[in-house]
Structure formats: C-alpha cells, structure tokens
C-alpha cells in the first residue's frame, strides 16, 4: 500500500506526465489516495515556499532524524514565525527533484550535475 502511495504521489508531482484528478476520479475515491493528494499539496507548497528562500538566498535549517526521515525548519521573512516540515525518506526524496528543494537538502541539482560531467569530459 505504502508503495502505491509513493507512486501516485510521484504521479500526481510529475509535471511531464500529470495524472489529472478528474479524469481518474475513481483513483481518488479511497482514504490512502486522498493521502496522496494531501502530500502533492503539501510538497508544492513547500516547493514555492524553498524558491522563495532561494531567491532571497535564506537556506532553512535541516535536521536528519533517525529513521531516514529529514525536518526543515523555515523562517518567514516578514514575520515573527517558523515553520516546521517534517517529511519521511520518499517524501524528501521527491522534495529533492525540485531545484529548490535539491539546494535545501544540500543536494546537487540537475543543473549542478550537468556542469559538473562537462567540466570532466574537457
């Protein structure tokens, strides 16, 4: 179950081939699908919120838990406040395909990669 929940989160995140929730409604009928799209939801807002930080060059604080599991700790610019994102290994590993979230996690990002294997082929 936990499988097919990653697969239609990683579904419902890819914007190559997006999974339409009207066209598949019948997928979204059952407690563990509605799971997904709440993950989906939350890992673009967080996403948007990274790019944010990313712009302004504010990284968020990272803390590794035991279990494989990573907490992200974001100030608001404008305001007194923190927010608090604690995400399980896949959740993170989707959170790290974005740019944004590659550059939170301490990631290389495509972009990264890319000019890292040109540099070694010259």
Do not use: C
């Amino acid at each position: 179950m936990r499988e097919f929940l990653y697969r239609l989160v990683q579904r419902l995140h890819d914007e190559a081939r997006p999974l339409s929730r009207n066209k598949h409604f019948h997928t979204f009928t059952d407690p563990g699908s509605q799971r997904a799209l709440h993950i989906d939801r939350h890992l673009r807002d967080l996403e948007e919120r990274l790019a944010e930080l990313r712009e302004l060059g504010e990284p968020p604080r990272i803390r590794h838990l035991p279990d494989g599991s990573v907490q992200l700790v974001l100030r608001h610019r404008d305001l007194a406040m923190v927010r608090t994102a604690t995400l399980s290994p896949q959740e993170a590993r989707l959170l790290a395909r974005h740019p944004a979230g590659a550059w939170a996690l301490g990631l290389p990002t495509g972009e990264q990669v890319s000019a890292a294997v040109a540099r070694k082929g010259q």
